[in-house]
């Protein structure tokens, strides 16, 4: 099965497509593509669900390395929206 592992940087991002055998997991996919968790990539994700090195893949998942969040969303919006009420 072939599954496709996705990381980004503010500007760039980086891709990579690995062949694995059935029941393959995160893990395996991980390990196939040279990749590793650390403090840049904290949690990872199959199309958006939060997953773990254990979950299972399927032909065509995307997995995804999750970088921390640099700030609070709702925070971020309330900023947003309070500097397009001042113009």
Excluded at 22 to 36: I, K, T
Excluded at 70 to 87: L, S, V, W
């Amino acid at each position: 099965m072939q599954v496709e592992l996705v990381r980004a940087w503010p500007g760039r991002f980086d891709a990579v497509q690995v062949a694995l055998p059935p029941g393959a997991c995160v893990a395996d996919a991980l390990q196939a593509a040279g990749w590793r968790l650390d403090a840049e990539f904290v949690a990872l994700a199959v199309f958006g669900q939060v997953a773990g090195l254990q979950t299972p893949l399927h032909d065509g998942d995307r997995i995804e390395l999750l970088r921390p969040l640099q700030c609070d969303p709702m925070q971020a919006r309330r900023r947003r929206a309070g500097t397009r009420a001042r113009r």
